[in-house]
């Protein structure tokens, strides 16, 4: 708490030291620096630190230093913008790099972005850390959805419509190979990739005769494709924590495909998503007889509500009405999610089997509950309350073989600017 109480003062400060200046050092809710007209460079950093619990207890860290980065993001005149973001290890050192990009910008019907950043898959993969509902994502959006790669994207809105469609080099963070490789002396590895993707969104009952309060849902569709090597390479189901496997990987070849749908409406202080998606992924020659196998499936889908209880508005970048120390208590937010992924083969008939080349796998799923508390003091710090409920189809494939259910809490310090 002491911790919480001193950023907040240390952030509040700043504000009502901001320049008056419009060039060289200014504070707009973040260090920024004014080189002239459209001309930027803000510095950011994000820090999240996690206290958990578990029932029945599993070998995992109760505390943890869960994310750290710092990053630059700005403008290059009025037609191109940039963001460059790395993380910070655990001993200070310099991590992976997350969205290094450059995008230009200057026709709203067609942009476009290179570098690495989000695959357009998935509305809850493409919500970044600090301003997702809950502290996890969904299983579906943490396994099924690519996340980040390197890649070349256009983008832009047609009438009521918004496309994305880029061609990337791998197949995402998420759908990369986990497993070691041996290969002769001179021999490249062999990777995924590579990919395409393409998603379209809209707010498409503004064209109906609806109420208004109907009309700022926006709904959207998604689909992915990319070559998959041989080998144990393909998607694998992880309990929420990601502490255990529930769904061991399998050997597959061929053509790996996503299938995605979103929606999400706002009005108000409350706020409505849910997605679903597939991926199907080819098992080429992968019998023990060298036969095609049937494809792999994981499907996956979740359905969440919040309501800010302080009456502030859930669309666009939230913010306190009154935050603490100013005549308020901050924003305060009520939230819960159910969600579900299992994987399964296409083959249904005959004896399962959890070989992983057998034409029928024997399926897993968990289906997970979520309840949150989201308490915000002021714009550049949240606090994160979870209740975590994990129940598994298959108990001897869990993160204690024999035990089905779990129950999992934690408390999430965020500080962001």
Not at 23 to 41: A, H, M, S
Not at 146 to 152: K, L, Q, T
């Given at each position: ?7 907040m ?9 901001a ?33 958990r ?10 505390y ?16 191109f ?9 655990q ?22 972005k290179?570098?690495?950043f ?19 994502r ?7 959805a ?14 009521r ?9 791998d ?18 590895p ?30 959207g ?14 998607l ?11 769904f ?48 792999l ?18 669309g ?32 249904t008939?005959g004896?399962?089997?959890?070989n992983p ?24 710090v ?31 310090l965020?500080?962001?600017?």
């Open positions: 708490m002491r911790t919480i109480l001193l950023t003062l240390v952030l509040g400060a700043a504000t009502r030291a320049a008056q200046d419009p060039r060289g050092l200014v504070w707009d809710n973040r260090p920024k620096l004014v080189f002239g007209d459209d001309i930027t460079l803000e510095i950011r950093a994000k820090l999240q630190l996690d206290w619990r578990f029932d029945p207890e599993i070998d995992e860290e109760v943890d230093f869960r994310t750290a980065r710092v990053g630059l993001k700005g403008d290059l005149t009025r037609h913008d940039y963001e460059i973001e790395r993380a910070i290890d001993d200070g050192k310099f991590g992976d790099w997350k969205d290094v990009y450059l995008n230009w910008s200057t026709f709203d019907v067609l942009r476009v290179a570098g690495r989000k695959m357009p898959f998935g509305l809850e993969q493409n919500t970044g850390t600090t301003d997702l509902d809950f502290a996890n969904s299983l579906a959006s943490s396994t099924i690519p996340a980040r790669d390197r890649g070349v994207m256009a983008y832009g809105e047609v009438g419509l918004g496309y994305e469609a880029g061609v990337f080099d197949d995402g963070d998420n759908g990369e190979l986990k497993e070691p490789q041996f290969v002769d002396t001179g021999d490249d062999a990777h995924v990739g590579p990919s395409y993707a393409a998603r379209l969104t809209g707010e498409l009952l503004r064209a109906l005769p609806v109420p208004r309060r109907f009309q700022s849902a926006s709904f569709v998604a689909y992915t494709n990319a070559a998959v090597p041989e080998g144990l390479n393909s694998r189901g992880e309990s929420a924590w990601g502490t255990a496997n529930f061991d990987p399998v050997y597959v070849k061929g053509r790996r495909q996503r299938f995605g749908a979103q929606f999400e409406w706002t009005p108000g202080p409350t706020g409505l998503k849910a997605e679903w998606m597939q991926s199907r992924e080819q098992r080429l020659g992968q019998s023990n007889r060298n036969e095609d196998l049937s494809d499936i994981a499907t996956g889908w979740y359905v969440s509500g919040t309501w800010f209880v302080t009456g502030e508005s859930k666009g970048n939230v913010s306190p009405r009154r935050p603490l120390f100013q005549g308020g208590v901050g924003a305060i937010e009520l939230g819960a999610r159910y969600d579900q992924l299992e994987l399964r083969s296409a083959a008939t004896t399962a089997f959890t080349r057998a034409d029928f796998l024997l399926p897993n799923s968990d289906q997970v509950w979520t309840l949150g508390v989201n308490w915000m003091p002021n714009r550049w949240r606090v994160i309350t979870n209740a975590i409920h994990e129940e598994f189809a298959d108990k001897a494939r869990s993160p204690e073989p024999g035990t089905a259910s779990y129950w999992s809490g934690l408390v999430r965020q500080v962001v600017f």
